[in-house]
């Protein structure tokens, strides 16, 4: 089992910052990929963000390409997802998802059955 705790929602302005923080724990060796998706109110999760654990790579949806950056750290077990000129269409509950299997073409996890484990969530808010 892996258990993931999402941090650093909040309320902000548009064209303001934010940074959220994944930290995970349990049986994190099995890990290949980190990602973060967002729920707005009456919407599907969507896709954000991902990153491999064990490999180099990262893959952004294109509505936030250039404004967002995830990141790992593995000493921490955390994944981070820094997010910069945002704007009121983020606002969204955020989360964070673990995925236990290799995809060669990292495009493969921005589907959401590819994660097996999900953190609670954190809001953000833009407001305009």
């Known amino acids: 089992q892996v258990q993931l705790v999402e941090s650093g929602g909040g309320l902000v302005q548009a064209g303001e910052s934010l940074r959220l923080s994944c930290a995970a724990s349990g049986r994190t060796f099995n890990t290949d990929a980190m990602g973060w998706f967002r729920q707005a109110p009456g919407k599907e999760r969507e896709f954000v963000a991902v990153i491999r654990w064990k490999y180099s790579g990262t893959y952004y949806t294109d509505s936030v390409k250039g404004r967002f950056t995830i990141s790992r750290n593995k000493a921490k077990n955390t994944a981070d997802l820094q997010m910069n000129s945002l704007k009121p269409e983020d606002t969204a509950v955020y989360y964070c998802?673990?995925?236990?299997?290799?995809?060669?073409?990292?495009?493969?996890?921005?589907?959401?059955?590819?994660?097996?484990?999900w953190g609670q969530g954190t809001q953000v808010t833009v407001s305009s």
């Open positions: 998802a673990a995925s236990n299997s290799y995809y060669s073409d990292i495009q493969s996890y921005s589907v959401r059955g590819r994660y097996g484990y």
